[in-house]
C-alpha cells in the first residue's frame, strides 16, 4: 500500500463540504507532452455551447471500475490531458480490479500512471488513445460570476453538457477551490468543467445531492502537477489503495455529509480522527456532523476541540458560532463570525453566517454592513443581494431594498424570494402597479405559499383592482385557513363591495384566529358603522379602544360622523 505522510486532502475535504455548510490558485509543469495550465487570460475566441461541445467532447470519456469478473463496479468520467492519458477522480475508481476507458461501444484498457491521493486525483495511461488533449487554465485567473460549462457522462450514458457560472472561490494555497452553478448528474464525477474558450478549468467532483447549485471543481493546477506531485509514486497497475488511513476516512465522511448520511459521517470522521487525533478540520466536521444529529453538547465539544487545535482557522471558529447560534449564546455567536472574517478576510462565509444572524435579531444596519462585505467578495450572488434588500426592508428602507433586489433578481431570476420582498417594497412606496408585477412573478415561482398571495391581495386592492384582490385573498386561505391577514383582506374586500354579511364573517374568522388583531377589530366596527348598526359598532369600539387606540379614535370619529348625518335623512 501507498504511504502517505501529507494532510493536504483532508484540508481539501474540508474545504469542499464547508462552502457547502455555510448556505454555506500556479505552479508550471515541465515536459512537453504533460499540458500547462495557463497564468494568463490570452485573447481567446469566445465558443459557443455548442462550438464548445463539439471542441472538447472528444476528449471527454467515460471511465469504469471493474470487478475481477469484469462487471462494471463504478463508472465516472475523465478528461483527456496529455496524449495517451486521462485524469479523473480517485473515488471513481477506488477498489477497481481493473480500470477501463469507453466511448459508446468502443474500449481502452488503463494502466495507473500517478495517484494523488491527497487530492482525489488519479492520473491513467492509455494505449492508443489518440483523443486530443485539452489545455488547462490557472485557477487565479478565474473570477466570480464567469461563464463555465461541465461536460460528463451521467451514469456512463452519453456525454452531456450543462452550463453555469462561477459561484464561488475559495482561496487554498496557491489555488482556489471551485464552486459552480452548472448541474453535475450523478456519475459523472471526473467529468471536465471549461471555460468558454474550451480550457479546463477542473474536475467535476462532490454534487450536493438535496441542494441546488452547490457543484465543485478540482482546480487545474493540481491536475496539471499530477507527474510532479510527490503525493505518490508512479504505478505500473493493480488496485487503487483502499482508505485506511486519516486522509481517505475525511473523504468517506464528506461524501457522507452530502449523502445525509449523518451516522456514517460522524463514523468515518472520528476514524479519521483516532489517526490523527490533531486535525483541526477534522473535529470541525465532526461538529457540524453533530450539529444535524441534534446532539448539541457534542456538537460545542468537538467545535471547540477545533479551535484549540488552530485557533487561528476560520472554518472552526464557523463551525463553534453556528452551535452558538443553536444554543441561542447569540452574542458569543457574533464574536465567533466576527472572529473567523476576521481570520480569514476572504471568507465570504463568515459575513453572510454574521449577516444572516443579525437579520434573525432584528439588527438590521449591522446586518447590512455584513452582508455588504461579503458582495464586496462575491459580488454577483443573488442570494446575498436577497439578504441584503431584506436587510435594508428591516430598516425602512425600501428604496435601498428595491435596488439590491433588482440586483439578486438579475442573477438570480428564478429567486422567489426576492420577487415576493420586492414587491413588498413597492407597496411601502405606493408603487401599486409595480408591486403587482413583482409579487404575480413571486406567486408564480412560490405558489404554495400563502404569505404570497396575501401580499397580492393587497397589491391589487393598493392598484383598484377588487375581484383580482378577492381571487388572490381566496387563494391565500385556501393555502392556510389560518392566515389571519388573508381573512382581514378578503374581510376589506367584501367591505368595500358591499357585502356586508360576508365581511363580517371573515372579520370575525380572523379575530377568532387572533383576538389582538386590532386590523380585524377596526374592519369589524367600520363594516357595522357602514351598515348604520351603531349600538354594534360601540361594543367593538371599547374592544379597539384597549388593543390599539389610534384605531379606535379614527373608528369613534366614523360612529360620530354617521350619528350626525342620521337628522338629514
Request: hydrophobic content about 40%; some cysteine; proline content about 5%.
Amino acid at each position: 500500500m501507498m504511504r502517505r505522510t501529507h494532510s493536504t486532502g483532508q484540508t481539501l475535504a474540508l474545504n469542499l463540504a464547508l462552502l457547502f455548510v455555510s448556505i454555506i490558485a500556479s505552479q508550471d509543469v515541465t515536459g512537453a507532452a504533460q499540458a500547462r495550465p495557463s497564468s494568463s487570460k490570452p485573447s481567446l475566441t469566445t465558443l459557443t455551447p455548442e462550438k464548445l461541445f463539439q471542441r472538447v467532447s472528444p476528449s471527454v470519456f467515460v471511465v469504469e471500475g471493474l470487478r475481477p469478473d469484469g462487471r462494471v463496479l463504478s463508472q465516472g468520467s475523465g478528461v483527456v490531458v496529455a496524449r495517451g492519458l486521462v485524469v479523473t477522480n480517485r473515488h471513481v475508481v477506488e477498489r477497481a480490479a481493473r480500470i477501463r476507458l469507453r466511448r459508446e461501444s468502443r474500449t481502452w484498457t488503463t494502466s495507473l500512471a500517478y495517484i494523488d491521493p491527497e487530492h482525489d486525483l488519479v492520473q491513467l495511461r492509455v494505449s492508443g488513445l489518440t483523443a486530443p488533449a485539452v489545455p488547462i487554465r490557472s485557477s487565479t485567473t478565474l473570477q466570480i460570476g464567469e461563464r463555465v460549462y461541465a461536460i460528463g457522462a451521467p451514469e456512463g450514458l452519453e456525454l452531456t453538457l450543462s452550463e453555469g457560472l462561477i459561484s464561488s472561490l475559495r482561496p487554498y494555497g496557491k489555488v482556489q477551490l471551485i464552486q459552480t452553478t452548472a448541474p453535475i448528474s450523478a456519475g459523472s464525477s471526473g467529468g471536465g468543467l471549461f471555460d468558454s474558450q474550451g480550457r479546463l478549468v477542473g474536475l467535476t467532483t462532490f454534487r450536493v445531492k438535496e441542494g441546488q447549485n452547490l457543484n465543485f471543481a478540482i482546480p487545474g493546477e493540481w491536475i496539471a502537477a499530477l507527474p510532479i506531485r510527490p503525493a505518490g509514486p508512479p504505478v505500473a497497475g493493480g488496485e487503487v489503495p483502499p482508505r485506511e488511513d486519516a486522509v481517505t476516512w475525511t473523504q468517506v465522511g464528506v461524501e457522507a455529509w452530502i449523502a445525509q448520511d449523518w451516522a456514517q459521517a460522524a463514523r468515518a470522521f472520528h476514524e479519521a480522527i483516532r489517526l490523527k487525533p490533531d486535525d483541526a478540520g477534522n473535529w470541525a466536521m465532526l461538529a457540524h456532523v453533530y450539529r444535524e444529529q441534534g446532539l448539541h453538547a457534542s456538537a460545542m465539544s468537538a467545535a471547540r476541540e477545533a479551535v484549540r487545535l488552530k485557533p487561528d482557522s476560520a472554518e472552526a471558529q464557523k463551525a463553534l458560532g453556528k452551535i452558538y447560534q443553536d444554543q441561542k449564546q447569540f452574542a458569543e455567536a457574533i464574536a465567533a463570525f466576527r472572529e473567523a472574517a476576521r481570520l480569514d478576510p476572504r471568507d465570504s462565509g463568515a459575513w453572510v453566517l454574521l449577516g444572516r444572524l443579525y437579520l434573525d435579531q432584528k439588527e438590521f444596519g449591522d446586518a447590512v454592513l455584513a452582508f455588504n462585505e461579503a458582495l464586496r467578495l462575491r459580488p454577483q450572488d443573488g442570494w446575498i443581494w436577497t439578504s441584503l434588500g431584506e436587510a435594508h426592508l428591516g430598516r425602512n428602507d425600501p428604496s435601498a431594498g428595491i435596488v439590491a433586489l433588482r440586483e439578486a433578481i438579475r442573477w438570480r431570476r428564478s429567486d422567489g424570494r426576492a420577487w415576493c420582498l420586492l414587491g413588498l417594497a413597492h407597496r411601502w412606496q405606493k408603487q401599486a402597479g409595480e408591486a403587482v408585477q413583482a409579487l404575480r412573478q413571486c406567486v408564480r415561482l412560490e405558489p404554495e405559499r400563502a404569505w404570497n398571495w396575501a401580499q397580492l391581495g393587497e397589491a391589487y386592492d393598493d392598484d383598484h383592482d377588487p375581484l383580482q384582490a378577492e381571487a388572490a385573498f381566496r387563494e391565500a386561505i385556501r393555502l392556510d385557513p389560518t392566515n389571519e391577514d388573508a381573512w382581514i383582506g378578503l374581510g376589506n374586500q367584501y367591505s368595500s363591495n358591499e357585502k356586508y354579511p360576508e365581511a363580517i364573517s371573515a372579520y370575525r374568522e380572523a379575530i377568532r384566529l387572533k383576538p389582538e388583531a386590532s386590523w380585524a377589530w377596526f374592519g369589524l366596527g367600520a363594516t357595522y358603522v357602514k351598515k348604520r348598526e351603531i349600538v354594534r359598532a360601540l361594543e367593538v369600539h371599547e374592544k379597539l379602544q384597549a388593543l390599539d387606540p389610534a384605531s379606535a379614535l379614527v373608528l369613534s370619529l366614523m360612529i360620530k360622523s354617521e350619528i350626525l348625518q342620521r337628522p338629514s335623512r
